[in-house]
């Protein structure tokens, strides 16, 4: 089944970094869009960063771009989240996910992720001012 575990995430400080993995399992990784969202309690998750099946494009949240880099390998059915110059509006539980509808199309990730089945645990990232 399908099965998303993240991992690297941590407590640090204003201006700090953070690099996020995520291995993926029981679906044709190859062939996903996948992204990475955050939320924190009381609120929606959101989106962060996306990038295409073969890793050719990415697309940003306005709140991260400059600062956030994804990247993937799909030798290795990984996903990465590196954080730069972190704040703590940054401080949030960040999921990756994807889907074969978003393999080409980070728009379409972008508008319909909130219907993705099969979230992981989250990794938990704390930005302390």
């Known amino acids: 089944q399908v099965q998303l575990v993240e991992s690297g995430g941590g407590s640090v400080q204003t201006g700090g970094s953070l690099s996020l993995s995520c291995a993926a399992s029981g679906f044709t990784f190859t062939a996903y869009g996948m992204g990475w969202f955050r939320q924190t309690p009381g609120k929606q998750r959101e989106f962060v960063a996306g990038i295409t099946a073969n890793g050719d494009n990415t697309y940003y949240a306005r709140s991260v771009e400059g600062r956030f880099t994804i990247s993937r390998d799909n030798a290795k059915n990984m996903v990465y989240l590196r954080m730069n110059v972190l704040k703590p509006e940054d401080t949030a539980v960040y999921y990756c996910?994807?889907?074969?509808?978003?393999?080409?199309?980070?728009?379409?990730?972008?508008?319909?992720?909130?219907?993705?089945?099969?979230w992981g645990q989250g990794t938990q990232v704390t930005v302390s001012s």
């Open positions: 996910n994807g889907d074969s509808d978003y393999a080409t199309d980070i728009g379409w990730m972008v508008r319909a992720y909130r219907y993705l089945e099969h």
